[in-house]
């Protein structure tokens, strides 16, 4: 066995760009707009509906006062699946459609990234695109994502989750056709949100930050965007949960999304995202709930490793870490992550989301495998996994 001389685990960083963003107050109103100059004369607005929002309704009429063509497909579900992927690109080409807008968070926005890949690939199954696909065909029929939920980032990702429904798990795609063209996040359409969906989406943007600053890939681009959304989380999600009215935290909340969505693009994510889309393929498990479940547990299990960073998310957080060694302030910061998630009322547990005994070890089996685990900054094993999969029952 060759002996390995590589100072690093990962010495080629690869930095991921993210389409260009459109965020603040009333920022919807610029979808017609900004639609219209990426070419898309006539839309597919993908979304799981909003019900009870009007943002759907606002968001055509705004698209159609522009001169902007819309048909909606709204048949997109938590987790998405391949076949609402197909079901979709059926309705974009019926519909002689020349781009897509997606309204909501990551199930919107990834399906209609998935209706994006199988055009680009002539129609090829999505099923086939698991992993990194490196295509490099860039060029893509125009999308613009618009935000509604504090926690997708997926807006300004070049990943895509969607689930395959033959082998029941979910497929982490990446895919620089998948890009959208524009991204645009209004914390008027993210005040919407109810406060539990609040919390747990909220906390996905945690996770995102905290998994992409303490990642071993290391990059270096996502350490500042990162713990600057940790912080904006640590001050805000709690206000924007008790009283989704108040301004100032929402859009702290939208800016915190965003920003974990940068920070993961490049620094990638680790074994909470394992876990999650496990859960989410096997149990259609909702994303934001299996992380805010798995956070914290996960979090003590990694904190040896990179105690440091721990130490510096604590100070985010805004733990006065001063006279604490490092692995004080390191436990001070989870000892912090569990106080929001109590404060926000997640008592939720993975038996809850139906998970079995018998599960546990297929569970364990794909989260292992999964793409975001590479990135863990802790050693996995499968007992590992497994005694986090316990805890969070
Ligand atoms: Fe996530």
Request: aromatic residues 6%; hydrophobic residues 40%; proline residues 3%.
């Amino acid at each position: 066995m060759a002996i390995n001389i590589v100072g690093s685990e990962f010495p080629l960083k690869t930095f991921h760009a993210t389409p260009r963003g459109i965020i603040g107050w009333g920022a919807y109103q610029m979808a017609g707009v900004e639609a219209k100059k990426v070419g898309i004369k006539h839309a597919l607005l993908v979304t799981t509906g909003l019900k009870g929002t009007g943002i759907v309704d606002e968001i055509k009429g705004v698209l159609q006062y522009a001169g902007v063509e819309v048909t909606v497909f709204d048949k997109v579900t938590s987790n998405p699946k391949d076949y609402e992927v197909h079901e979709a690109h059926k309705v974009y080409k019926e519909a002689n459609c020349d781009g897509l807008v997606s309204v909501g968070g990551g199930s919107s926005h990834d399906c209609a990234k998935a209706v994006r890949i199988v055009e680009t690939h002539n129609g090829r199954s999505i099923r086939d695109f698991n992993g990194v696909c490196d295509f490099d065909i860039e060029v893509n029929i125009p999308h613009v994502a618009i935000t509604t939920t504090c926690g997708t980032g997926s807006e300004a990702t070049y990943a895509t989750v969607i689930t395959n429904t033959e082998k029941k798990f979910k497929m982490l795609i990446f895919e620089y056709s998948a890009y959208a063209s524009r991204s645009i996040v209004d914390p008027a359409l993210i005040r919407t949100l109810p406060p539990k969906l609040t919390a747990f989406t909220g906390i996905d943007a945690l996770t995102h930050a905290v998994e992409a600053y303490t990642s071993r890939l290391n990059i270096l681009t996502s350490y500042g965007i990162a713990l600057h959304s940790i912080e904006l989380i640590g001050k805000h999600l709690r206000e924007a949960f008790g009283n989704g009215n108040n301004a100032e935290a929402r859009e702290a909340m939208a800016w915190a999304q965003y920003g974990g969505g940068h920070a993961i693009n490049s620094g990638g994510a680790g074994v909470v995202h394992s876990i999650a889309h496990s859960l989410g393929g096997l149990l259609d498990s909702p994303h934001g709930m299996c992380n805010s479940i798995a956070l914290v547990p996960s979090q003590r299990y990694n904190l040896v490793a990179c105690p440091e960073k721990f130490a510096n998310i604590a100070k985010a957080l805004g733990v006065d870490t001063a006279g604490m060694t490092v692995m004080q302030a390191a436990e001070a910061a989870v000892d912090e992550m569990e106080s929001l998630i109590n404060d926000l009322e997640v008592t939720e547990t993975f038996s809850d989301l139906g998970l079995k005994e018998d599960n546990i070890d297929q569970v364990t089996e794909f989260a292992l495998k999964d793409f975001c685990s590479v990135a863990n900054p802790r050693n996995l094993t499968k007992k590992a996994i497994d005694d986090l999969l316990r805890q969070c029952m």
